[in-house]
T-cell receptor, first 110, second 111 residues
Framework: GESVGLHLPTLSVQEGDNSIINCAYSNSASDYFIWYKQESGKGPQFIIDIRSNMDKRQGQRVTVLLNKTVKHLSLQIAATQPGDSAVYFCADCCFNKFYFGSGTKLNVKP | NAGVTQTPKFQVLKTGQSMTLQCAQDMNHNSMYWYRQDPGMGLRLIYYSASEGTTDKGEVPNGYNVSRLNKREFSLRLESAAPSQTSVYFC??????????FGQGTRLTVV
């Protein structure tokens, strides 16, 4: 949607390296953010979320960072694997509606 | 555990035809959504329903209608299909302000 956007449409990384996917949002009222992974031919799948009262949240091999000052969030994937190849979307939620960015395609090179 | 189920998975329509996309969820979620995804783009919200009996427009509602039949089901209707409505349609459900779970999508082509 209009409130989120991504800096890079495609990201290529070597297997085993760390990946960082960035996202900017414009709605200061957004209080909840989610990263989704979408594999080819499938629906988006939840990866990790973060609320606006947090700066960082960690999951299994993934970390989301939120910088409210510059309205920016990032998804870090540690030790990227071939199975991580997909399109990644950030979404922000305000008043029970989710708005998605255009996505970043992550290519993992063996 | 089925999650969110959409039918049909594929559909080809002629311009001017009508059809209804069906969506059902078994997670007892209050909120349900319809999105469309065009090639190389993100998902755009068509309509959503915060609870049974309520529906609201999203970013791109023109040409669509919805019905929240009950807590489980949320249908999307195209009254007179147009080629611009060729897209992949996703239904999703969530608890209020929580993670949304998506169906597998309906691939619609309007010729």
């Amino acid at each position: 949607g209009e409130s989120v956007g991504l800096h890079l449409p495609t990201l290529s990384v070597q297997e085993g390296d760390n990946s960082i996917i960035n996202c900017a949002y414009s709605n200061s009222a957004s209080d909840y953010f989610i990263w989704y992974k979408q594999e080819s031919g499938k629906g988006p799948q939840f990866i990790i979320d973060i609320r606006s009262n947090m700066d960082k949240r960690q999951g299994q091999r993934v970390t989301v960072l939120l910088n409210k000052t510059v309205k920016h969030l990032s998804l870090q994937i540690a030790a990227t694997q071939p199975g991580d190849s997909a399109v990644y979307f950030c979404a922000d939620c305000c008043f029970n509606k989710f708005y998605f960015g255009s996505g970043t395609k992550l290519n993992v090179k063996p | 555990n089925a999650g969110v189920t959409q039918t049909p998975k594929f559909q080809v329509l002629k311009t001017g035809q009508s059809m209804t996309l069906q969506c059902a969820q078994d997670m007892n979620h209050n909120s349900m959504y319809w999105y469309r995804q065009d090639p190389g783009m993100g998902l755009r919200l068509i309509y959503y329903s915060a609870s049974e009996g309520t529906t609201d427009k999203g970013e791109v509602p023109n040409g669509y209608n919805v019905s929240r039949l009950n807590k489980r089901e949320f249908s999307l209707r195209l009254e007179s299909a147009a080629p611009s409505q060729t897209s992949v349609y996703f239904c999703a459900s969530s608890e209020f302000a929580g993670e949304a779970f998506f169906g597998q999508g309906t691939r619609l082509t309007v010729v």
